[in-house]
């Protein structure tokens, strides 16, 4: 934690990091203020003296959790030489995250989005402002790989950035649901035959 923070950021941050696997598990319906008393070992009154009520937890948290996986896919992305690769990056880092992190309960865009829905805008909201910010960056990659002569002129960057993201986020559901990982080998291949398909 940074020197300059105030204890009530601390914890804030501390309530945040002690409740995201919590959410991330059970969603925002399913956690209870026992369950965040629980596992921070901390009072409802110190809670809400952090937090105006729950929901404003779970969107913390959400933010939290979709900036553990951004953080990969920005260290990975620093590494690839190639646009090519760059796309192949959220692919790879999705793998990675429900392999290592499964244990936490996958992927919390589609967690949240899923259970968001129609019964909790903020939270459907911030999921789908996180869906929004990654297909424009896969649409920035393909663009800048056209332009760089990697991939083919007059590709349809949105099509294919939303065909990409459906596809790593259909894997993560069938694998987390399953409990069989193989199927992310699966969409990558696919993955990889669709963006060979706009290779130049």
Known sequence: MNVGTTKAERTRQFIIEKTAEIFNRKGYA???????????????????????????????????????????????????????????????VYKEVIATVGNRGGCPILNTAVEADDTNIPLQ?????????????????IVQGTEAGEFQPGVNAEAMAVSIIALIEGGVMMSKVTNDYSNMDHVLLTVQLLVNQIKA
């Open 30 to 92: 399913g956690t209870s203020m026992s369950d965040i008393t629980e596992a921070t070992g901390l009072t409802k009154g110190s809670i809400y003296g952090n937090f105006e009520n729950k929901e404003e937890v779970a969107l913390a948290v959400f933010e939290y959790n979709r900036s553990l996986v951004f953080n990969s896919v920005q260290a990975q992305l620093e590494k690839a030489r190639s646009y090519y690769e760059k796309l192949m990056v959220y692919g790879r």
């Open 125 to 141: 909201l911030s999921a789908a402002k996180a869906l929004f910010s990654w297909k424009k960056n896969l649409v920035n990659i």
